[in-house]
Nanobody, 123 residues
């Protein structure tokens, strides 16, 4: 019952930039961590960047210095600013959020994923 909706993917040339957004909605009590994952053809899904409720971030080594994750807690939204894009960044990007939600008068944990958005970087 917690849905994540992504936007911002597309086709961009190497060296360009994109900004991904993912908004969470539903019976949310609180959101703990949010993050972005990606899966390229023939590869396993990997964590790109994560951010805690307190704003602590972590990044995959391959994107450090190029990508920036941020969140707007008031909007239940996480962003991924991607600069200096490389062809190897081409993948389907998925957002993730976990936390607590209202359910039948009580609280339960949730761990939700977005539908994924395609990012293609051409050379």
């Amino acid at each position: 019952q917690v849905q994540l909706v992504e936007s911002g993917g597309g086709l961009v040339q190497a060296g360009g930039s994109l900004r991904l957004s993912c908004a969470a909605s539903g019976n949310i009590f609180s959101i703990n961590a949010m993050g972005w994952y990606r899966q390229a053809p023939g590869k396993q899904r990997e964590l790109v960047a994560g951010i805690t409720s307190g704003g602590v971030t972590n990044y995959a080594d391959s994107v450090k210095g190029r990508f920036t994750i941020s969140r707007d807690n008031a909007k239940n939204t996480v962003y991924l600013q991607m600069n200096s894009l490389k062809p190897e960044d081409t993948a389907v990007y998925y957002c993730n959020a976990d936390g607590l939600m209202f359910s039948s008068g009580t609280l339960r944990t949730f761990d939700s994923w977005g539908q994924g958005t395609q990012v293609t970087v051409s050379s």
